[in-house]
């Protein structure tokens, strides 16, 4: 992975001592990612130790396999997998890893070949027909398995997220119970799960799904020995500055506590971007300025989806020697592809003098940036570095966001 720094001159540099701007001074002709593993490794541990439960990394949101690494040297021994690609690949990377597969819509063979081939036992559904598909792809000889662990997923509401994951999945309370009881006589244990939407910007979120968990427990009369609260913690963005992630953790503890399960129940979390977010950014160049509009070469199709397409802001910063004293102003950016959806609107605060042959770094891209990189046009290439600084932002230090770039419009 870190094999390419010969084309940029960078190899002779020790690695793991640098940020971005050090990268910038040897003028990249491609965007650079960098990464930061401590910043991975911090968040990994603060939700191993204060969780009050079980975390699960949501390998979507970055699959790459050195932060799986990283995340299992850190404690982090489940992962939720929602296709069997992830299942492959988390079991190649990590032999030992729990993976339990959390998409509730899977094919038949795919739920096969996680389970005898790559033994996973725990399984998602919303749906009877769902059930009938995991209970007949993992029987052997017309005998059902009696080791699943299947859980229900509830469609709670998305209304604190900003980005939703209410309408496509859960099942709706008039079809729980029946589900319930019926994925209760095919497991050995019973989970519920739910996800609030993703950066979820209050904890209200998780309070008010775990009342929708205890409705449907009260009403199936069944034993539930897992309560799953999924994704959703958030990262730091513009714009989007969540409460202290130990606020969430409280109320999701004070919630599963009031829940009429066993003593022995487990509570479970599933969290994608809080684990990642601030494991990587990338390092850009300005190709082109064209009034407040400026041409980068990343975008739409590489590290900038979510960017250009739900019209996320990052935190940004211009990296030269000698920084510029030019009054802010707000930009917007193209990436290098023909098309003119490649358009990351922002906006986006940098000093008024940047200029074509600056580069930028555009930080907290640790989570759904890399992972939906596309190689359209020709472009998509990277570079990676790792670097000892720290993420332009922090749910898990001290450090204050790098304010200064960031936009306050
Ligand atoms: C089932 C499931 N779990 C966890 C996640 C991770 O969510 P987040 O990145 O918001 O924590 C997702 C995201 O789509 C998901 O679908």
């Known amino acids: 992975m870190h094999k390419h720094h010969r084309a940029l001159g960078l190899a002779a540099t020790p690695s793991g001592t640098r940020g971005g701007a050090d990268i910038a001074k040897q003028k990249p002709v491609q965007p650079v990612t960098l990464l930061r593993p401590h910043a991975a490794r911090r968040a990994a541990r603060f939700f191993v130790e204060k969780f009050p439960g079980r975390s699960l990394y949501a390998v979507k949101a970055n699959p790459s ?60 559904l919303d749906t009877l027909e ?59 244990a019973l989970g519920i799960c739910f996800h609030v939407g993703s950066q979820a910007m209050s904890p209200a979120a998780y309070a008010e799904a775990m009342t929708r968990v205890r409705a449907a427990i009260v009403e199936a009369a069944v034993t539930v020995d897992i309560v799953d609260v999924g994704g959703g913690f958030p990262s730091w963005y513009p714009g989007m500055e969540p409460p202290a992630l130990e606020t969430y953790f409280a109320v999701i503890h004070a919630a599963f506590e009031d829940l009429p399960i066993s003593y022995s129940a487990e509570l479970w979390c599933e969290p994608g971007r809080a684990l990642c977010a601030e494991y990587s950014s990338i390092v850009v160049r300005v190709e082109k300025r064209r009034g407040d509009e400026l041409y ?114």
């Open 296 to 409: 980068i070469n990343d975008g739409a199709y590489g590290a900038l989806f979510d960017a250009a397409h739900i019209g996320w802001r990052y935190p940004v910063e211009l990296l030269r020697d000698e920084p510029s004293h030019v009054r802010p102003m707000a930009f917007s950016f193209y990436g290098p592809t023909c098309d003119d959806l490649d358009h990351m609107a922002g906006p986006f605060e940098l000093p008024g003098d940047v200029k074509a042959g600056d580069y930028l770094e555009i930080g907290m891209l640790g989570a759904y940036g890399s992972a939906m990189r596309t190689g359209f046009n020709g472009f998509g290439a990277t570079h990676t570095e790792i670097v000892a600084d720290e993420p332009m932002a922090s749910l898990y230090t001290a450090v204050q966001p790098r304010r200064s770039n960031v936009v306050t419009l």
């Open 65 to 124: 396999p050195d932060l799986l690494q990283i995340l299992w040297d850190s404690g982090v021994t489940h992962y939720d997998v929602a296709s069997i690609g992830e299942v492959r690949l988390v079991r190649e990377t990590l032999p030992e890893a729990v993976l339990c597969f959390m998409h509730p819509v899977k094919a038949e063979e795919a739920i096969a070949e996680a389970y005898f081939d790559h033994g996973v036992r725990t399984f998602s």
């Open 130 to 188: 769902e059930l009938d598909k995991i209970t007949a792809a993992t029987a052997t000889d017309g005998v059902a398995a009696s080791d699943l662990n299947l859980l229900v997923r509830l469609r709670v509401s998305s209304d604190h997220a900003k980005l939703s994951l209410a309408a496509k999945f859960g099942a709706d309370p008039h079809d729980v119970k029946p589900l319930l009881m019926a994925a209760r006589q095919a497991s050995d």
